[in-house]
């Protein structure tokens, strides 16, 4: 077995103090001092992390557009430029190889990220499935980094980072868009994107440059509360935001009807993307099990593969579970029978052995005040 990858700020990790994990084959950093604390921060003022394990593919050609509506499950075609969408990229049977997002950088040029452990998979599907288009498919994982900044504080944060012009653009910026910008003396691809539930920027930019970056941000922070955050307090956050997450509610085996994402596939498309025939299907038939939100009604979390159960009967599973750090009490996220998917439906988690009562909630957990 290899070891894990490194990104380009490992070392700046180590220097922190950071604890590592290997996260889709990469050697990340878990937490630095304390996840809670990282979380709060998150919340409150901000966080930094890197996110350069994940995948960049660049489409480009005259065929750029067509082709990711037959590749990916949702529209791309419509998306104007300087806009992101959030879709899928599926099998012929309707699972799900990941969950990305586009960003249309021109008529014909997109970056599609994937997520880390999928991301040679991704890559490489969508260069096989470029076959009779007029484009070019290109991997430029390895040459790229990618710093978040998420939280409140995160445009106070750039904006002492860009001239005096490019401010205004920085708290203009829609949510889902991104753009060229230069901070702190780079030039970056700046999106406003994020997987917390705060509001955040991405800064996508070469490798070699990424450690000055890195370290202009925690200076130009220092006076507004940012910490460094790792991959756990990210797990709890984006739990607290509803968002999926690939391994847990997100897989092969699964579909987007399924996890509730039925509304970013399109069959309004002309294209025969796909999995369209199974995912068809799917809908017209229903789905067999539906992601819904569990909120603890005492202080005992369920776990991923907990079983749910009404009346002693098995009815799903958790997927994703854990104390809430911002509401106060444990929120899940399970798969359960569709009958039994209705908000304010009681349910029990088994917790090894003894039955922990939860009820299926309205999702997202936690929404930002805007």
């Not at 249309?104 to 040679?120: C, D, I, Q, S, T």
């Not at 790229?144 to 445009?155: C, F």
């Not at 003396?185 to 930019?205: H, N, P």
């Amino acid at each position: 077995m290899s070891d894990p990858k490194k990104t380009s700020l490992h070392g700046k990790h180590a220097e922190l103090g950071a604890s590592f994990t290997d996260f889709g084959g990469w050697d990340m950093p878990l937490k630095y001092a304390s996840e809670l604390a990282e979380h709060k921060a998150v919340r409150a003022t901000a966080g930094l992390f890197d996110l350069s394990h994940m995948g960049e593919v660049w489409v480009q050609g005259p065929e750029a557009a067509k082709f990711l509506n037959s590749a990916l499950a949702g529209n791309l075609a419509v998306m104007k430029v300087g806009r992101a969408k959030y879709s899928v990229i599926c099998n012929e049977a309707g699972g799900i190889i990941d969950d990305l997002i586009t960003y249309r950088r021109g008529e014909e040029k997109f970056l599609v990220v994937p997520n880390a452990g999928n991301a040679p998979v991704v890559a490489a599907a969508l260069a096989e499935r470029a076959a009779g288009f007029d484009v070019t498919v290109t991997d430029a994982s390895d040459e790229t980094s990618l710093i978040a900044v998420q939280g409140p504080a995160s445009v106070a944060i750039l904006h002492e980072l860009v001239d005096e012009a490019t401010r205004g653009h920085v708290s203009d910026m829609k949510y889902y868009s991104a753009d060229d910008a230069t901070v702190a003396g780079f030039d970056v691809l700046l999106a406003r994107t994020g997987y917390t539930g705060e509001d955040g920027f991405e800064l996508y930019l070469p490798n070699e440059q990424a450690p000055a970056l890195w370290d202009a941000l925690m200076t130009a922070g220092a006076n507004h509360g940012l910490v460094p955050a790792g991959l756990a307090c990210r797990d709890s956050l984006r739990l607290e935001a509803g968002m999926p997450l690939y391994g847990n509610e997100l897989s092969l085996e699964g579909n987007p009807f399924e996890a509730n994402l039925g509304p970013i596939v399109s069959f309004k498309k002309e294209e025969d993307f796909v999995g369209r025939a199974a995912l068809e299907a799917i809908k017209a038939e229903g789905p067999r099990k539906v992601l819904v939100g569990l909120k603890g009604l005492g202080r005992r979390a369920g776990r991923g593969g907990y079983p749910v159960s009404i009346d002693g009967t098995q009815i799903g599973a958790v997927t994703s579970g854990q104390p809430s750090p911002t509401l106060g009490f444990p929120v899940a996220l399970a798969y359960v029978e569709p009958a039994h998917a209705a908000v304010g439906t009681k349910v029990d988690v088994d917790l090894r052995g003894k039955p922990e009562a939860f009820e299926v909630v309205a999702l997202p957990f936690y929404t930002r005040a805007k």
